[in-house]
């Protein structure tokens, strides 16, 4: 008997860590724009080791590149649009991905990915 196949479809994109809901004041402003725009401030309203997430008036593309400062260290760190949500009255939901690994740009330990923390 051959075993049974797996009916899942696999994930495109595992987290590489968990998704925190953590509000971090942050100004962003578009990389390489002649001329530069005034820079936008934001609070994000979702954070991982390896992005975050927050609602923007200025418009994005996905794939451009912006740079998120962390206004509490004054640390930049520039980052790739990979979600543009619908125009809601705040703005838009923005989701990016920083270019280059940025584990402690939120100052916070960020758990194992499938790790629970609520002691189960």
Excluded at 66 to 79: G, I, M, P, R
Aim: one cysteine or more; aromatic letters at 4%.
């Amino acid at each position: 008997m051959k075993p049974a196949m797996s009916l899942e479809k696999p994930r495109l994109s595992a987290r590489r860590s968990q998704r925190l809901k953590l509000q971090v004041p942050v100004l962003v402003a578009r990389r390489n724009s002649a001329p530069q725009p005034d820079p936008e401030h934001a609070v994000t309203l979702n954070v991982n080791a390896c992005g975050g997430m927050f609602e923007l008036r200025m418009p994005v593309q996905l794939g451009e590149l912006l740079v998120v400062t962390n206004k509490a260290t004054a640390e930049e760190q520039e980052s790739r649009v990979v979600y543009v949500g619908p125009n809601q009255p705040h703005g838009r939901k923005i989701g990016v991905e920083f270019s280059q690994p940025a584990k402690d740009f939120w100052r916070i330990h960020f758990p194992l990915p499938g790790h629970r923390t609520n002691g189960h």
